[in-house]
Structures are given as C-alpha cells and as structure tokens.
C-alpha cells in the first residue's frame, strides 16, 4: 500500500515553455503533498508543501509565480514549471502523506527528470 | 535545514553489516529519527524510524543512544542493491510535518 505515482518520468522541453509535472496517490488520501528538487550529486531540496484545497506553502528562495502547485483534490498535486529555462532543469519529486501512513513515514514519488532544452 | 551530520560515503562488503551512523546532538525531545534512502534516479524509500528505544523491522535496526544525540543504522547483511544513498532526518513526528534532507551518506556495497 501507500503508492505514489509520478508522471512523466521523465520529459524534455524547450525554453520558455511550460511543463506540468502529476502526483497521484493511488491508495490513498494524500491531505498533505511535498514537492522536492533535486541537482546532480546533491541532496533533495524542498520547494513547497500543499495541503489539499489550500495555497501552497513555498520554502525560502522558491518563486512561486515559476513553480505553480495545485492540490485540488485527495489524489492529485501538478507542479507546474512555467517559462521553463536551462537551470530548472532537474530532478523533481513529490511525496505524500495522509492519516496513519505518518506512522510509517512519508511515500515518495518516482521522480520526474526535467531537461530544458 | 537538516540537523544531522553523516560521513559522507562508507563501503561495505557484501553479506556483512553495514553500520551507517549519524549525529543529532541537537535533537528534541519531541524529535524523531527517521532513516530513508535513495537508489540513484529514483525518489527516496523510507527504512525505519524510531524516538529512544531501537527499532528493528524486515529492512534494518536503528539504534539511538541513551541521549539520543546520535544513531546508527544497521542493515544487517548488505546486498549490491543496498548500495545508496542513506539519509538521517529528525522531525516532529505531526501529520504534514516537512522532512529536510541533509547530505547523507552514500553507501557503496562491494562485492
């Protein structure tokens, strides 16, 4: 139990445009969503944390005009990289969490890699 | 706006222990200790964690110190697909409660 589906996987755009990046819980109801981004050879950053039907919480340093987070349900949170450039290029991941499952820790995504192009 | 301090890479020879340690002398009493890691290109898988009293599940044991101020993890017979990157985290065990991950340590298991 506890899945976390990310999609794409992975995906390549041009500059300037727009990517929309999918996490779904699949077995259960994520209340609370985190999106996380990662460079090579670093560790995992946290860019913001969404509670279903509510703004998203973005950490220090994050634009939140670039990186628009939408939890409109139970299920589902898009992360989306809008005018997209060289240097958002990276690896994007989200996790979840809801109810009991903080007694077990919170399920990640697989990632999602981001190459602008 | 990690907390702990891990050595930043260990091997370890296939089918003996690994002990991956990690300090947290800045811990709070209402802090727990979790353990995930991440197999390269992947999202992070979560291990164990545990407040004071050592942990043991099918994946590894966790031991925290009497002060709580540093642990280890033991994954008791390493296999090549052990080899990752292992990352301690303390946090407030509260629903919704962000987890912040430092550097980890990036465990290599020769065979």
């Known amino acids: 139990g506890a899945v976390v589906s990310q999609h794409p996987s992975w995906v390549i755009c041009k500059s300037g445009t727009s990517v929309k990046i999918e996490c779904r819980s699949l077995d259960f109801q994520a209340t609370t969503m985190f999106w996380y981004r990662q460079f090579p050879k670093q560790s995992l950053m946290l860019m913001a944390t969404s509670n279903e039907g509510s703004k998203a919480t973005y950490e220090q340093g994050v634009e939140k005009d670039k990186f628009l987070i939408n939890h409109a349900s139970l299920t589902l949170s898009t992360l989306t990289v809008t005018s997209a450039h060289p240097e958002d290029s990276s690896f994007y991941i989200c996790s979840a969490t809801g109810g009991a499952l903080e007694n077990y820790g919170y399920t990640f995504g697989s990632g999602t890699r981001l190459t602008v192009v | 706006d990690a907390k702990t301090t891990q050595p930043t890479s260990m091997d370890c020879a296939e089918g003996r222990a690994a002990n991956l340690p990690c300090n947290h002398s800045t811990i709070s009493g209402n802090e727990y200790v979790y353990w995930y890691r991440q197999i390269h290109s992947q999202g992070p898988q979560y291990i164990i964690h545990g407040l004071k009293n050592n942990e043991t599940n099918e994946m590894a044991s966790l031991i925290i110190t009497e002060d709580r101020k540093s642990s280890t993890l033991i994954l008791p017979h390493a296999t090549l697909r052990d080899t990752a990157v292992y990352y301690c985290?303390?946090?407030?065990?509260?629903?919704?409660?962000?987890?912040?991950f430092g550097t980890g340590t990036s465990l290599t298991v020769i065979p």
């Open positions: 985290i303390v946090r407030v065990s509260n629903t919704g409660n962000q987890f912040y």
